[in-house]
């Protein structure tokens, strides 16, 4: 069975994102489902997966993550982004979507990983 992932790295630190806030969200017609709400780690990752087994279908989906909120915990201010949300698409419910994220105050880049 598949699942959803993810991973943060802070590039200006040079090392993991913990403690951010990162909810997914169905995507269907435009509404949006919450589905699960999580935190990560002290290595930037999740203790569970955001979705797995049978509660991942095919369709779109979206990550929010709350990185503003991030920043400003760590002492340094971004007033510039404040939530990052990825949108993708689920194609196969037996693979994995791993969805890394590396953030900066001013700018992110995700890719699928493996």
Not at 46 to 56: S, T, V
Not at 73 to 86: A, M
């Amino acid at each position: 069975m598949g699942r959803i992932t993810t991973h943060l790295l802070d590039l200006t630190l040079g090392e993991p994102a913990s403690h951010v806030e990162i909810n997914l969200y169905r995507v269907k017609d435009e509404k949006k489902e919450q589905l699960a709400k999580r935190q990560t780690n002290v290595d930037g990752r999740l203790d569970q997966p955001l979705l797995e087994g049978d509660n991942l279908i095919k369709g779109t989906y979206q990550m929010e993550i709350a990185i503003g909120d991030y920043f400003r915990q760590t002492g340094r201010v971004s007033d510039f982004l404040e939530v990052v949300p990825i949108r993708f698409q689920v194609n196969s419910t037996t693979e994995n979507y791993h969805v890394p994220l590396l953030i900066s105050p001013f700018g992110y880049q995700f890719y699928r990983g493996s």
